[in-house]
């Protein structure tokens, strides 16, 4: 019933931008994020975003080149990522679930996409 459909995923440069899209159905507006999984790593917190858009969380990593976002009359997430690295390549996954907006764990989301690669080249 609950799904979340990811898309924007792919090959990009380094220094270059993608935009991830993430919608969702069976829910409105439940707090979401993004996490992503490097292979041979353990998944890694990326952002979080609250019901109404106003308060968001990164992780250092990626602070000050990714941005979080939400259209809630699309029932829809974003992660719109600027200046790649090579260290940003990893599976990207979209997550929900009704807790409090914060650096999240794996374990704290209750609905997941199913991941969408990005690469990023030299």
């Known amino acids: 019933q609950v799904q979340l459909v990811e898309s924007g995923g792919g090959l990009v440069q380094a220094g270059g931008s993608l935009r991830l899209s993430c919608a969702a159905s069976?829910?409105?507006?439940?707090?979401m994020g993004w996490f992503r999984q490097a292979p041979g790593k353990e998944r890694e917190f990326v952002a979080t975003?609250?019901?109404?858009?106003?308060?968001?969380y990164y992780a250092e990593s990626v602070k000050g080149r990714f941005t979080i976002s939400r259209d809630n009359a699309k029932n829809t997430v974003y992660l719109q990522m600027t200046n790649l690295k090579l260290e940003d390549t990893a599976v990207y996954y979209c997550?929900?679930?009704?807790?409090?907006?914060?650096?999240?764990?794996?374990?704290?989301?209750?609905?997941w996409g199913q991941g969408t690669q990005v690469t990023v080249s030299s």
């Open positions: 997550a929900a679930g009704p807790g409090r907006t914060y650096y999240w764990r794996a374990s704290d989301p209750d609905y």
């Open positions: 069976g829910f409105n507006n439940y707090p």
């Open positions: 975003i609250s019901r109404n858009g106003a308060i968001t």
